[in-house]
């Protein structure tokens, strides 16, 4: 059974930082792309950011651009997110999501439906 659990989300002021972390079991994470969606209240899910294992490649939102950094640790099958520059509109549900039949990361990667998704970690900005 594939599961995906997400931490790290908590309460910050606008301005400061968090760090995401995903750890994935019953799923190698070698050669597979894996990334974070976020969900605000009354609005759509949105792809944040991505990374391939197979070859390094990211992608990010505009939104998050120069803001947030995604790493992934092959040996530990976990991925992490660092946000910084936390803005009040960055608050959401975020979710860390994979897929078998992706290899490389891309923008189109952050509009697919994902195969397997976590549960989960609130992330509240106050302004």
């Known amino acids: 059974e594939v599961q995906l659990q997400a931490s790290g989300g908590g309460l910050v002021q606008a301005g400061g930082s968090l760090r995401l972390s995903c750890v994935v079991s019953?799923?190698?994470?070698?050669?597979?792309?894996i990334g974070w969606f976020r969900q605000a209240p009354g609005k759509e899910r949105e792809g944040v950011s991505c990374?391939?294992?197979?070859?390094?490649?990211?992608y990010y939102a505009d939104s998050v651009k120069g803001r947030f950094a995604i790493s992934g640790d092959n040996a530990k099958n976990a991925l992490y997110l660092q946000m910084n520059s936390l803005k009040p509109e960055d608050t959401a549900v975020y979710y860390c999501?994979?897929?078998?039949?992706?290899?490389?990361?891309?923008?189109?990667?952050?509009?697919?439906?994902?195969?397997?998704w976590g549960k989960g970690t609130l992330v509240t900005v106050s302004s």
């Open positions: 999501a994979t897929d078998p039949l992706w290899r490389y990361c891309s923008g189109a990667w952050l509009h697919y439906s994902m195969d397997f």
């Open positions: 019953g799923f190698t994470l070698d050669d597979h792309v």
């Open positions: 990374i391939s294992s197979r070859d390094g490649s990211t």
